[in-house]
């Protein structure tokens, strides 16, 4: 048994937090302060103390054609995330989009087409926990952390 638990995060404004401790899952949308985003992590912690975590985030940049406030607050709420993992001295990995959904091959070009793939591969591995689009991500994430550990 795996004695660790994994930490998916999408850290975009409709992104979420994904954690998965042996067959236990567990994920929420992405809080919308930063204390909420301190007590979703202090909560895992609190829950295993003792147990290891580990994380990994998708690296984000920023993209043609999004506007100057849309890229700064995705920036943004992406530096809160790395500040509250380094706080509670959380070991993470950093991962672009191309390389953790390329695990989950082949997806749809369309974007609406490829997240609606990720959100019903999500629920399939994840039938027992309500997987939402803002969600999906982050329990793959944690998903891909941990069958590639």
Not at 67 to 86: M, N, Q, R
Not at 109 to 128: G, I, S, V
Request: hydrophobic share 40%; glycine share 6%.
């Amino acid at each position: 048994m795996d004695n660790r638990i994994y930490i998916g995060i999408d850290p975009g404004k409709n992104g979420g937090i994904g954690f998965i401790y042996n067959d236990l899952a567990y994920c929420v949308r992405c809080p919308a302060t930063v204390s909420e985003m301190a007590e979703e992590i202090k909560a895992c912690i609190e829950l295993a103390p003792d147990i290891q975590k580990t994380a990994i985030i998708e690296k984000v940049h920023s993209m043609p054609k999004q506007g100057v406030k849309s890229e700064f607050t995705f920036g943004e709420g992406y530096g809160k995330w790395l500040g509250i993992l380094a706080a509670h001295k959380i070991p993470y990995t950093q991962v672009t989009p191309q390389k953790w959904m390329a695990f989950y091959k082949p997806l749809p070009k369309d974007k609406k087409d490829r997240k609606n793939q990720l959100k019903h591969l999500a629920q399939q591995r994840f039938p027992e926990i309500k997987i939402t689009l803002a969600t999906a991500d982050a329990i793959l994430l944690a998903n891909y952390l941990k069958e590639n550990k």
